[in-house]
């Protein structure tokens, strides 16, 4: 996992970002009339086979899609016995995305109508998508798992068609509005970076401590401080 300079300042900025426009898209009418002329607009693509593809892709990166991707990914590195990397990229995931959990508290904005979805959902948590923020997470643990190989290009290149393809997803569903797959890449993006700084001050160096662990492969024990010479008066 890399290390983020400001790994405080920036998260802290993102997810400040993405609640001004969360908060500003749900509670006024600035947004509105605009958004809902795009999910108009896409509308028109609809068809029978199409929107067959778009339900079924929408159910891949759903909680429980998402869940069984999450578990499946964290297995592999633990058969590979690779217990540390396991844990980095559960973390990445599993923070990156359930951090969209938070926004949609605090900015509480309805789903669009139900005149605009395949398949309508109601409540108050719209923004930021939930199905986006793992997708995000997602491709972020891909191509931090590709960095420094020969796979990194094609790894940014897939993470990126993923990404944009179930923001698309969620739009031409109609289960969200343009601004809350926006929010969605803020979010995550806030919630990786923290945790960057996390892993390195804290988790990494106490990952030991964690029961069981070792079992799956090696993990890197405390760092021994060395003793400073006392010095006779």
């Known amino acids: 996992m890399p290390k983020v300079r400001h790994w405080l300042a920036i998260p802290l900025a993102l997810f400040a ?3 001004a426009l969360g908060l500003v898209a ?3 009418s600035l947004t509105r009339s605009t958004e809902l002329s795009w999910n108009s607009h896409l509308q028109q693509l609809r068809t029978g086979w199409l929107n067959r593809v778009m339900l079924d892709l929408a159910d891949l990166a759903s909680p429980v899609g998402g869940l069984v991707i999450l578990a499946l990914i964290t297995l592999f590195f633990l058969w590979r ?11 990445v995931i599993a923070v990156g995305w359930n951090s969209s959990e938070i926004a949609k508290l605090i900015v509480a904005r309805h789903r669009p109508p139900a005149v605009y979805s395949l398949a309508p959902e109601t ?3 719209s923004f930021p998508s939930g199905h986006t923020a793992f997708a995000f997470s997602l491709a972020v643990a891909l191509c931090l798992l590709a ?5 990194f290009g094609l790894a940014v290149a897939l ?3 993923w990404t944009l393809l179930i923001g698309f997803d969620r739009l031409y569903i109609g289960a969200h509005y343009p601004l809350d797959v926006l929010g ?3 979010v995550s993006s806030a919630a990786i970076i923290f945790l960057t700084g996390l892993w390195h001050g804290w988790i990494a160096p106490n990952l030991y401590r964690v029961p069981l662990l070792d079992r799956f492969g090696p993990v890197p024990g405390p760092v021994a401080v060395p003793e400073t010479a ?3 008066g």
């Open 184 to 186: 969605s890449i803020l």
């Open 26 to 28: 749900a509670h006024t």
């Open 159 to 161: 993470a990126t068609v």
């Open 123 to 125: 409540g108050s948590n």
């Open 230 to 232: 006392s010095v006779a």
């Open 147 to 151: 960095a420094r190989t020969r796979w």
């Open 17 to 19: 970002a993405a609640l």
């Open 81 to 91: 016995r690779n217990p540390v990397q396991a844990a980095a990229t559960f973390l």
